[in-house]
Nanobody
Framework: QVQLVESGGGSAQAGNSLRLSCAAS????????MAWFRQAPGKEREFVAG????????LYADSVKGRFTISVDNAKNPVYLQMNSLQAEDTDVYYC???????????????WGQGTQVTVSS
């Protein structure tokens, strides 16, 4: 089992930045890819960004390219999502996920965090 704990959510003005962190209880082959998804009430879960721990290869949704950066600190464990130039449309609950391979499909991730709220006001 892998437990994921997110932190860093909160409120921000449009145009400002927030950074989310996700700490995994342990690293295994089944958690080699880490990703962030987001979901608003009544909407489908949306892939935001993901990264392969070993190579550091990132993958981004088109909606956040150039604004969000995902990174991993393999020495200390956490995966970070730096969110710049925030927009009101970025308001959602953000979830950290871990799985064996990097993909934008939430079904391929076996471990999920509890979620952290991000609210952007315009």
């Amino acid at each position: 089992q892998v437990q994921l704990v997110e932190s860093g959510g909160g409120s921000a003005q449009a145009g400002n930045s927030l950074r989310l962190s996700c700490a995994a209880s342990r690293r295994t082959f089944s958690s080699e890819a880490m990703a962030w998804f987001r979901q608003a009430p009544g909407k489908e879960r949306e892939f935001v960004a993901g990264i392969r721990r070993g190579s550091g290869t990132p993958l981004y949704a088109d909606s956040v390219k150039g604004r969000f950066t995902i990174s991993v600190d393999n020495a200390k464990n956490p995966v970070y999502l730096q969110m710049n130039s925030l927009q009101a449309e970025d308001t959602d609950v953000y979830y950290c996920a871990a799985g064996p391979s990097l993909t934008g499909s939430g079904a391929r991730y076996g471990y999920w965090g509890q979620g952290t709220q991000v609210t952007v006001s315009s």
